[in-house]
T-cell receptor, first 117, second 116 residues
Framework: AQSVTQPDIHITVSEGASLELRCNYS??????LFWYVQSPGQGLQLLLK??????LVQGIKGFEAEFKSSQSSFNLRKPSVHWSDAAEYFC???????????????FGQGTILTVHP | EPEVTQTPSHQVTQMGQEVILRCVPI?????FYWYRQILGQKVEFLVS????????KSEIFDDQFSVERPDGSNFTLKIRSTKLEDSAMYFC??????????????FGPGTRLTVL
């Protein structure tokens, strides 16, 4: 079945430590890939997106993500986490073509990031 | 920077009552969406709207739900007779019509609906 999976529901890191949030997808063809962040009381904000080309994508707030076709993964990384990065992170996909999908996003479960000082 | 706004931020209603959730998308955007997130679950697509009509809807979006763009700025979601299971955070999103499916969807802060 088509799905987006974020295996980690909750991750805790220390401030200054590196971070990797996992995302796997299961689709017949590689979809368009997105990472969104939701801070408490805020809407979903786009961090970065991948369509084609360079498999390492740079985003806002110092985040990057790497697309790996062989692993059907699109993991989000940050070399040094700041306390303000504490939030919930969502991986999402949009189908490339076909059907009547007008760009609807299909989301993973979300990963809650806690940052210890 | 332009943003999507939603009102109210929190709505409490009795089961069986009608509610209208309001959204003001970014002004030059042409595609509009509603999503919802039940506590502890995934963000789920409800409906997309373009050119004054529904372009796609999910199984969740049954006859109890309707959407409307009553004027040039607002985009509303109406739930005709609320159920307990409609309690969720409802997000509105909009996007421009430039690159197609790769365009960024911009989300509002959400309306938390609580059905008692």
């Amino acid at each position: 079945a088509q799905s987006v999976t974020q295996p980690d529901i909750h991750i805790t890191v220390s401030e200054g430590a590196s971070l990797e949030l996992r995302c796997n997808y299961s689709y017949g063809a590689t979809p368009y890939l997105f990472w969104y962040v939701q801070s408490p009381g805020q809407g979903l904000q786009l961090l970065l997106k991948y369509f084609s080309g360079d498999t390492l994508v740079q985003g806002i707030k110092g985040f990057e993500a790497e697309f790996k076709s062989s692993q059907s993964s699109f993991n989000l990384r940050k070399p040094s986490v700041h306390w303000s990065d504490a939030a919930e992170y969502f991986c999402a996909v949009v189908l490339r073509a076909g059907g009547t999908s007008y760009g609807k996003l299909t989301f993973g479960q979300g990963t809650i990031l806690t940052v210890h000082p | 920077e332009p943003e999507v706004t939603q009102t109210p931020s929190h709505q409490v209603t009795q089961m069986g009552q009608e509610v209208i959730l309001r959204c003001v998308p970014i002004s030059n955007h042409l595609y509009f969406y509603w999503y919802r997130q039940i506590l502890g679950q995934k963000v789920e697509f409800l409906v997309s709207f373009y050119n004054n009509e529904i372009s796609e809807k999910s199984e969740i979006f049954d006859d109890q739900f309707s959407v409307e763009r009553p004027d040039g700025s607002n985009f509303t979601l109406k739930i005709r007779s609320t159920k307990l299971e409609d309690s969720a955070m409802y997000f509105c999103a909009s996007r421009a019509l430039t690159g197609g499916r790769t365009d960024t969807q911009y989300f509002g802060p959400g309306t938390r609906l609580t059905v008692l």
